[in-house]
């Protein structure tokens, strides 16, 4: 059975960078596309960076030029984060396929047309 484990969260002062990981096994990312959500406490699920199976980005607007979604091999893809601020503190999760929702939790229940999730990985950006 496929499973996501994220990794590279942490705590870091404004304007610090992390790179998270998020690493596959029981599948590739080789023909699906991947993304990167973010839930901060007191909000929704956001939807932050994804990753198509041709490599192309899509970015959020608050992380455009600051974020970079890029995969290095089949199973293994990361998110630079750089510049960051305190509103950028959140449980980070990596997920795929992407779904397209708004209002919700994440992770999503576990049910097939939810795709894989990971546990999270916690992101604390102080001033």
């Known amino acids: 059975e496929g499973q996501l484990v994220e990794s590279g969260g942490g705590s870091v002062q404004v304007g610090g960078s992390l790179r998270l990981s998020c690493k596959a096994s029981g599948f590739t990312f080789d023909d699906t596309d991947m993304g990167w959500y973010r839930q901060a406490a007191g909000h929704a699920c956001e939807l932050v960076a994804t990753?198509?199976?041709?490599?192309?980005s899509y970015y959020t607007n608050s992380v455009k030029g600051r974020f970079t979604i890029s995969q290095d091999n089949a199973n293994t893809v990361y998110l630079q984060m750089n510049n960051l601020t305190p509103e950028d503190t959140a449980v980070y999760y990596c997920?795929?396929?992407?779904?397209?929702?708004?209002?919700?939790?994440?992770?999503?229940?576990?049910?097939?047309?939810?795709?894989?999730w990971g546990q999270g990985t916690q992101v604390n950006v102080s001033s």
């Open positions: 997920a795929t396929p992407v779904v397209i929702f708004d209002g919700l939790n994440c992770p999503l229940p576990l049910r097939p047309e939810n795709g894989y």
């Open positions: 990753i198509n199976f041709d490599r192309t």
